[in-house]
């Protein structure tokens, strides 16, 4: 297939292709800020509208509009994310150490923002790479790809996955849909509908699995600080994004939430429950609390998470929302760097 002729294929567009830059080197942020730390401050959430209602969650339609859409589009939040070495190198070894699943293979990136998986895809072998980009910055991946000469390999589709078209199935479809605790931005529907619609049976899907693993942890400074503010409801209603101390938790206990991206449909994405412990050996303080979190995808591209805990054997039990779209950040330097363990 010629190299301009997505565009007659495809609901969404082909970037232009603005004239060639001086040659930009895509996986220039992989050795750039290698601190081993993940960059300092995690995306701000942009902010959409103030609808509080989850009715439609399930049913919104994939072309309304997205505010991570006018976030992505800027170079400065694409360049965070390629500075976040951790990230990006966790993503550079699962392809690069997997050739045999990208050699010669059709591969799909979903969310491409500036092309890095494509490249990487690209650099193993693939013979053939789209990368869908919803938002504006499809025009600077178009730009790298031009300049790196990867054309003839590489397909910027400027669209959103679940509206475009492509020429044919594919092997294997990669992407970094990933938000706070797994979910957040909801771009794990996304990827699961670029499942649903593109993939060959038996092909691969990388990252494979998803997780969400929940412990208690004991922390005095927080709720104190949190109490001073006004408007306390807003404010216990928060997740709070940060590294927090291993010795700060307080149960070996876990509740995991398992993600098969090979498997799972858009409607469990929507709505599902994390349990906050195993039943048969969760102890604090000499009471068994047991409870869970319930996921409800709202129209914030995020979700309410209604925590509900219970003092086993006691009428004693809580209830409280949080708004998983209102993160406050805290702790954001990682234990390790500060020398502390
Ligand atoms: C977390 S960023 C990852 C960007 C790039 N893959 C990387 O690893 O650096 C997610 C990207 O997916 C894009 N995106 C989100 N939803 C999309 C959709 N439905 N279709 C196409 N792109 C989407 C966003 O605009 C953003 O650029």
């Not at 491409?112 to 504006?136: C, K, M, N, P, W």
């Not at 001073?228 to 709070?240: D, S």
């Not at 086993?312 to 998983?324: A, D, F, P, V």
């Amino acid at each position: 297939m010629g190299e301009d002729k997505v565009k007659d294929i495809t609901a969404g567009e082909v970037a232009e292709a603005p004239a060639a830059e001086p040659s930009t080197t895509a996986g220039k942020g992989v050795d750039s800020g290698s601190d081993g730390q993940p960059s300092a401050a995690p995306p701000a959430p942009p902010t959409q509208g103030d609808s509080d209602s989850v009715k439609d969650a399930s049913t919104s339609s994939s072309s309304e509009k997205n505010p991570f859409d006018q976030y992505y589009a800027q170079l400065t939040h694409q360049q965070n994310m390629l500075q976040d070495s951790v990230r990006v190198t966790a993503y550079q070894r699962a392809i690069s150490e997997n050739r045999a699943d990208f050699k010669g293979k059709v591969v799909l990136d979903v969310g491409t923002g500036s092309g890095i998986l494509a490249f990487f895809a690209a650099q193993a072998g693939a013979r053939r790479v789209y990368a869908v980009e919803a938002s504006d910055v499809a025009e600077a991946a178009q730009q790298l790809v031009d300049a790196n000469h990867m054309s003839s390999i590489i397909k910027v589709i400027k669209g959103k996955v679940e509206e475009i078209e492509l020429p044919e199935k594919v092997d294997v479809i990669v992407s970094e849909p990933i938000g706070f605790l797994l979910v957040h931005e909801r771009m794990l529907e996304c990827y699961v509908n670029a499942r649903e619609r593109f993939l060959k049976p038996g092909g691969k899907m990388l990252p494979t699995l998803g997780e969400i693993v929940t412990a208690p942890i004991t922390d005095e400074t927080l709720p104190r600080e949190q109490a001073l503010k006004k408007g306390l409801a807003e404010h216990f209603g928060q997740p709070v994004v940060g590294y927090f101390y291993p010795t700060s938790i307080i149960s070996h206990d876990r509740g995991r939430h398992l993600v098969d991206f090979a498997k799972a449909s858009t409607e469990e994405l929507v709505s599902f429950t994390v349990p906050l412990r195993r039943p048969e050996d969760s102890f604090f303080l000499g009471k068994v609390v047991t409870g869970e979190l319930v996921f409800e995808a709202n129209e914030k591209h995020s979700y309410f998470i209604t925590m509900t805990l219970r003092l086993e054997g006691t009428e004693i039990s809580s209830k409280q929302r949080i708004n998983l779209q209102d993160q406050m950040y805290h702790y954001l330097t990682n234990p390790s760097s500060a020398g502390q363990t």
